[in-house]
């Protein structure tokens, strides 16, 4: 997964992973499979703007956060999702967790959307959709 140099946050855009006022969240029903072919579901709340520790956004799992980086006028985000325990403990730890992988998800309509997320530094390749 490429890095990023720079963040675009846009409200500008109905059809956004992010979209809406300054003070809003965004809040999504997403479920993931998991490596042994099970699907696991909960919500999925994307900021408007970073936490003190870079956190854009939170899953219902394990105190679940999303770390990383709005893309394309915001209608997509790359980054790591990072939990307090997973399946795969990595060797080095992010925002003090070393249960944590890469992610990315991008919206065509604004009401849905597509990604992918592995374990550590895996290539994402397991899936992870979203609606609201």
């Given at each position: 997964?490429?890095?990023?140099i720079?963040?675009?946050?846009?409200?500008?855009?109905?059809?956004?992973?992010?979209?809406?006022?300054?003070?809003?969240?965004?809040?999504?029903?997403?479920?993931?499979?998991?490596?042994?072919?099970?699907?696991s579901?909960?919500?999925?709340?994307?900021?408007?703007?970073?936490?003190?520790?870079g956190?854009?956004?939170?899953?219902?799992?394990?105190?679940?956060r999303?770390?990383?980086?709005?893309?394309?006028?915001?209608?997509?985000?790359?980054?790591?999702?990072?939990?307090?325990?997973?399946?795969?403990?990595?060797?080095?730890?992010?925002?003090?967790?070393?249960?944590h992988?890469h992610?990315?998800?991008?919206?065509?309509?604004?009401r849905?959307?597509?990604?992918?997320?592995?374990?550590?530094?895996?290539?994402?390749?397991?899936?992870?959709?979203?609606?609201?």
């Amino acid at each position: 997964m490429r890095l990023l140099i720079s963040i675009f946050l846009s409200a500008l855009f109905s059809t956004s992973i992010y979209v809406g006022s300054a003070s809003a969240n965004k809040i999504w029903v997403s479920t993931w499979t998991n490596s042994d072919g099970s699907e696991s579901t909960t919500e999925s709340v994307f900021y408007s703007e970073f936490k003190r520790n870079g956190q854009l956004g939170h899953y219902g799992w394990s105190n679940g956060r999303f770390m990383g980086y709005y893309i394309d006028a915001g209608r997509g985000f790359e980054g790591k999702w990072v939990q307090d325990k997973s399946g795969k403990k990595c060797k080095y730890s992010v925002d003090g967790s070393f249960y944590h992988g890469h992610v990315w998800f991008y919206t065509d309509d604004g009401r849905n959307f597509e990604g992918e997320w592995g374990y550590c530094d895996d290539d994402p390749s397991l899936i992870w959709r979203g609606a609201r």
